[in-house]
């Protein structure tokens, strides 16, 4: 076998400086540096081609064997969220403090490669190895065939999920030990690249069969994460760690104790971190009902092969959080008192997906490097794993009332598969908490120093805080950006309100009489207001920013300019597709529908209004924190 990746200093790239390619005692040359990437994303591929697999198909398996919905949910959420809760915690802590030829990470995953890869075949295979146990086990004679396959999914899951917990711990955190802080964002955006371009692969190509061929590939997915998943253990190499804390005198149960106490003392004293806890929580208990989304687009008309197209096109900072949640969530609810041709869904929802990726993406890019600011380095597996315990408090619990508020639904309407359209009520609802929380800690993050000053809160420290490694200047807003971003979004507002009256004239020749009515003295007068409201908002941003400029006080905080100009720059691609769904519908002659999709536009335009105020009250001004050397002083 050759060597492992060359790590060993080299002359300076011609625009970088050698201390940027360090992380604790590795050192890369370029070249170096480029392989890591290459290894890692490799392996990225393959672990997220097998992530694919269970939740894609295993709710369509357990539909087929008529499952209630609260079973589908207790295999695929709950029991997963148990496990999480426990092995996660222990596996991060653990980690963190091991030290071995291998580093503190790889060990963890290969030591469980083999089994994990076993019971995700045995899954595939679940209804052979069924029959197997009813021929020759007594035991399982008197047990219906059906109630048996569900049994054994569910102890498959139980023993993959296990197993798994090991690497979806440790295989994040290996990011933070063998990458330079300097090439995070480069990282993760090339990370991000490559999980989409599997998860498409996975949505364009296998997922059409996921119904007739489930064998076949979960068994290839095996396959592919223990060779191609196991070389790159083989690959990377972890650097040397300072030692770990000294271990606490006593027996086995005292030193569990004692290691329970520290966890808790250093991982859930702090506002700053609980408000980090429960953002991530939200947003996995408003996930919860999300594995239902396949059975919504089956009873909106499309077949499997389309449901992958979709879910590959779609395949994201507290921002971008407040835009997804009030519009991209809640605009399904259109789909509620709506029935268009299957066809029609699927473009119109293709649309929307495209139009909504470049921000999702971002987004995306963003949330590992973000967690790797925010979280202290020496505590960083630790941190993740106290997040991932209380994650899977609320996850056991919503993974259960999710299903059972759908089988609820189902009820009211006599079993009618028309319940899945109500999945959003759930996704939205909850969302609603993901983004009070992000505000709470974005604020918190502010008083702890921001960009240029933030030392995250580190009670096993005399000094009471941590330093912080990334030392990356940060983008600050640019006023001038922000302003054209505005600009952009009030261009949209007006080319919304000079396509009205072209449709009312459509409406009033196909004699369309209530649509008319209805844009005529609702939505157009609604739109109006909404333009004005939005216009005085705009003033009352420049007046601010002339005012900060003058040295004065402004009266709201100024947002950054970022997300509102790529939230702009998608409203543009947005708006043709509203004007799509309106002619689609009303050369189809849909008079009932046409008014819906004229009260969607609406709630599609509010939101901007809401989230406007809501960005510039979270960054008026807060009292920072100073840097106390008392561990009281951050407590609590």
């Given at each position: 076998?050759?060597?492992?990746?060359?790590?060993?200093?080299?002359?300076?790239?011609?625009?970088?400086?050698?201390?940027?390619?360090?992380?604790?005692?590795?050192?890369?040359?370029?070249?170096?540096?480029?392989?890591?990437?290459?290894?890692?994303?490799?392996?990225?591929?393959?672990?997220?081609?097998?992530?694919?697999?269970?939740?894609?198909?295993?709710?369509?398996?357990?539909?087929?064997?008529?499952?209630?919905?609260?079973?589908?949910?207790?295999?695929?959420?709950?029991?997963?969220?148990?496990?999480?809760?426990?092995?996660?915690?222990?596996?991060?802590?653990?980690?963190?403090?091991?030290?071995?030829?291998?580093?503190?990470?790889?060990?963890?995953?290969?030591?469980?490669?083999?089994?994990?890869?076993?019971?995700?075949?045995?899954?595939?295979?679940?209804?052979?190895?069924?029959?197997?146990?009813?021929?020759?086990?007594?035991?399982?004679?008197?047990?219906?065939?059906?109630?048996?396959?569900?049994?054994?999914?569910?102890?498959?899951?139980?023993?993959?999920?296990?197993?798994?917990?090991?690497?979806?711990?440790?295989?994040?955190?290996?990011?933070?030990?063998?990458?330079?802080?300097?090439?995070?964002?480069?990282?993760?955006?090339?990370?991000?690249?490559?999980?989409?371009?599997?998860?498409?692969?996975?949505?364009?190509?296998?997922?059409?069969?996921?119904?007739?061929?489930?064998?076949?590939?979960?068994?290839?997915?095996?396959?592919?994460?223990?060779?191609?998943?196991?070389?790159?253990?083989?690959?990377?190499?972890?650097?040397?760690?300072?030692?770990?804390?000294?271990?606490?005198?006593?027996?086995?149960?005292?030193?569990?104790?004692?290691?329970?106490?520290?966890?808790c003392a250093e991982s859930y004293t702090n506002r700053f971190y609980w408000y980090f806890h429960l953002t991530q929580t939200f947003v996995a208990v408003a996930g919860a009902a999300l594995i239902f989304n396949v059975f919504f687009y089956k009873e909106m008309g499309l077949n499997l092969h389309q449901i992958g197209i979709f879910t590959a096109v779609g395949s994201v900072s507290v921002y971008f959080i407040l835009f997804y949640t009030m519009t991209t969530i809640f605009a399904n609810w259109v789909w509620v008192p709506v029935k268009v041709p299957a066809t029609m869904f699927f473009w119109l929802s293709i649309g929307m997906v495209i139009t909504s990726t470049f921000g999702l993406t971002l987004s995306g890019n963003a949330t590992l490097p973000v967690?790797?600011?925010?979280?202290?380095?020496?505590?960083?597996?630790?941190?993740?794993?106290?997040?991932?315990?209380?994650?899977?408090?609320?996850?056991?619990?919503?993974?259960?009332?999710?299903?059972?508020?759908?089988?609820?639904?189902?009820?009211?309407?006599?079993?009618?598969?028309?319940?899945?359209?109500?999945?959003?009520?759930?996704?939205?609802?909850?969302?609603?908490?993901?983004?009070?929380?992000?505000?709470?800690?974005?604020?918190?993050?502010?008083?702890l120093g921001g960009d240029e000053h933030f030392h995250a809160p580190a009670p096993w420290l005399s000094e009471g805080f941590e330093d912080m490694s990334d030392k990356n200047r940060p983008v600050s807003t640019h006023r001038n950006l922000l302003l054209l971003a505005l600009r952009l979004f009030t261009a949209g507002f007006v080319l919304h309100l000079l396509a009205l009256p072209v449709f009312l004239f459509f409406f009033h020749q196909h004699g369309l009489t209530s649509a008319f009515q209805a844009f005529l003295w609702i939505i157009l007068p609604l739109s109006i207001l909404m333009t004005g409201i939005w216009v005085m908002q705009v003033r009352s941003v420049r007046r601010d920013i002339l005012t900060e400029s003058s040295g004065g006080v402004p009266r709201l905080g100024i947002p950054h300019h970022g997300v509102i100009m790529v939230m702009a720059i998608q409203g543009f691609f947005v708006l043709p597709l509203l004007w799509l769904q309106l002619g689609w519908t009303l050369r189809l002659d849909m008079e009932k529908e046409l008014v819906w999709f004229g009260v969607s536009m609406l709630t599609t335009l509010a939101p901007n209004l809401i989230v406007l105020q809501l960005l510039r009250l979270i960054e008026g001004p807060v009292t920072p924190k100073a840097h106390s050397r008392s561990r009281a002083a951050i407590a609590g």
């Open positions: 076998m050759s060597s492992p990746i060359p790590l060993i200093p080299g002359p300076r790239g011609v625009d970088e400086d050698a201390s940027r390619l360090r992380v604790g005692t590795l050192s890369y040359t370029t070249r170096g540096l480029l392989v890591l990437f290459a290894w890692l994303l490799w392996g990225d591929f393959c672990f997220t081609l097998m992530e694919y697999v269970v939740p894609s198909i295993l709710p369509l398996k357990l539909q087929s064997l008529q499952a209630p919905n609260w079973v589908i949910a207790l295999i695929i959420t709950t029991l997963p969220g148990v496990l999480n809760m426990t092995i996660c915690p222990w596996v991060s802590f653990k980690s963190d403090r091991y030290r071995s030829k291998w580093g503190r990470r790889i060990p963890f995953i290969l030591a469980t490669l083999p089994l994990l890869c076993v019971s995700l075949v045995a899954m595939g295979w679940t209804g052979e190895i069924s029959h197997l146990a009813i021929r020759w086990l007594p035991a399982t004679w008197g047990v219906a065939p059906v109630t048996l396959t569900i049994v054994l999914l569910g102890l498959f899951m139980v023993i993959f999920s296990f197993f798994n917990m090991f690497v979806n711990s440790v295989f994040w955190y290996l990011f933070n030990d063998v990458v330079p802080a300097a090439f995070l964002g480069r990282f993760f955006g090339l990370f991000r690249m490559v999980g989409t371009l599997a998860g498409a692969l996975f949505n364009f190509y296998i997922y059409q069969y996921a119904e007739t061929h489930m064998r076949e590939i979960f068994t290839g997915a095996a396959i592919l994460y223990f060779v191609g998943f196991g070389i790159v253990c083989f690959r990377v190499k972890e650097g040397e760690y300072p030692a770990p804390p000294a271990v606490p005198e006593g027996d086995a149960l005292a030193r569990f104790v004692s290691g329970v106490k520290a966890f967690f790797m600011r925010l979280l202290p380095p020496s505590r960083y597996g630790q941190f993740c794993s106290a997040t991932a315990l209380v994650r899977s408090l609320g996850t056991i619990v919503a993974g259960i009332l999710a299903g059972a508020f759908l089988d609820g639904v189902k009820w009211v309407f006599k079993g009618s598969d028309f319940a899945y359209r109500f999945v959003f009520v759930w996704a939205f609802v909850l969302s609603i908490g993901t983004a009070v929380f992000f505000i709470l800690l974005y604020r918190e993050w502010r008083r």
